[in-house]
């Protein structure tokens, strides 16, 4: 075998001790694009020392997601900030058996066909949006799209409506989101008594309340509920053991953080892109038209609608609410041809594969056609990764994907959207998730009788 490369692949100039600390957190996505533009398929540099790596090609994401990711576990900031008091010990921050002993105990609450009984909450929730919208009006989408998917995901995963978890669960978790944009969180150990820690641990406390106090109404209750809590209070592992009350804390925080904010980000921006494209629009409409012919979606249709889907594909592909994916390396590795030292952080970036010139043709453009000939069966496997892959695959896939697709077609059946003049692009803040930095506000207008 050839010995790989001595030295660290090119990378951007750097400032000793912090390195590219203050480029990457100033302008992150600005700092990978240009990372990739100006340094290739291999980009190394430093974060305080510790060696990065941004991995362009597929072949080397793959690599890291699937053939060797026994190598690579992720990187310190989901373990420790997001997995010390907020996450805890749940699905998405564990390592190893006990991730693995978790996974298996919450695969089968996500199978599809459990799943597809959560189709009509969905649905219904989206009907619902359509009550509160009038035609003409602006509204910022982002959030009603927090709210619908928070209701969503109050009622799927507690059995709960959300008027009552609204209060203690809503403003919570916008403050836990808000708090990982700003550079304290990355700057100052949790444990630090600053304003905005404690601010951050109160918003947790709260959240912690709400989920312990559902937690033990629902076992007193007893079993026969429908909802994910209950199929996580019931599960037992290969040794007839229970999850403890702390577990199952850690698991639904983790459902909670990691399936609300996504969903609703998917579906905020498929509908600024179609308000800015008006011929995809109308595509999505005639395909809404011609299949439903005028009645709700369901579950059952959603097999027939493929434009729908591929709406949901190319969003996804462009605004990427998970932008980017890091991993720590255990032992040394070569990643093409490349030395990559223990203890490196390697990221798989979706934010940039999935804006390729090399994989996707005009690869800026908002083209949900490109998705309907065939396109990812021709795609190397992590060309298209919103989800990640390998072992630590979203286990929400099936369920974000239903999720977003029987929403869309529910909205987009009664309303268009309209561009508003100044809001022609919107500015990305690329934190815990790529989310739109101020809201994103487009016009509603009604859909006739006949849609
Ligand atoms: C459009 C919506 C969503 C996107 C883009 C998304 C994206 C992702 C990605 C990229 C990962 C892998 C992270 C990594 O490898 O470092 C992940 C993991 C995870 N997601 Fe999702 N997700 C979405 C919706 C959901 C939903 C609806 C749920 C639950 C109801 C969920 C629960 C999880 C959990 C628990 C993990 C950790 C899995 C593990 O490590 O075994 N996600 N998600």
Redesign the pocket.
Known sequence: MRAPRALRPPGPRALPVLGSLVDYTRDPLGFLDACVRDHGDVVGFELLGTPNFFLQRPEHIEHVLVTRNRNYI?EPFQRELLGGRLLGKG??TSEGEA?LRQ?RLMQPAFHRQRIAGYGQVMAGFARQQLEAWRDGEIRDVNADMMRLTLGIAVKTLFGLELHGAEESAGPSLARIMDHFSQMQAFLFPEWLPTPENLRFRAAVQRLDTFVFSVIQQRRAAGGGAEDLLSLLLEARDEDGQRLSDPEVRDEVM??LI??HE??SL?LTFCLHLLAHHPEAEAALHQELDTVLAGRPPGMEDLAALPFTEAVVKEA?RLY???WT?GREALEDDEIGGWHIPRGAVVSANPWTVHRDARLYEEPLAFRPQRWRDGLEQRLPRFAWF???GGP?L???VS??MME?RLVLATLAQRFRFESVPGEETVALLASISLRPKSGVRVRLRARGPSA
Do not use: V
Request: hydrophobic letters at 50%; charged letters at 10%.
């Open positions: 992720k699905l998405a991730w996974r983790t459902l990691a399936g996504t969903t998917a996804l990427p609410p998970a994916l919103p989800f990640g630590r979203c286990i929400g369920f974000a977003t």
